[in-house]
């Protein structure tokens, strides 16, 4: 599997709405940072679904190698 590109080592900051669906980048080549917009398409990448349970402020990963998936973990302080 190839290594996404880091996008920026800290977090992209997302309003999100609750009961609303969105989806992360995970090869870090999107242009609509961080979400996917199809540019992984012919590599090993999927987006990453997130569901809001509630509406607030959440941390989508910057870095493309979080383990919780779309949000951020604090890996980003390891690279």
Do not use: I
């Amino acid at each position: 599997m190839s290594e996404p590109v880091v996008v920026q080592k800290a977090p992209f900051a997302v309003e999100v709405e609750a009961g609303k669906n969105y989806f992360g980048c995970s090869c870090g080549q999107s242009k609509k940072q961080p979400f996917c917009d199809g540019t992984h398409k012919g590599s090993d990448f999927a987006p990453v679904k997130y569901e809001a349970e509630k509406a607030g402020k959440v941390f989508f990963c910057g870095c493309k190698n979080s383990a919780r998936g779309a949000l951020c973990d604090g890996t980003h302080n390891k690279l």
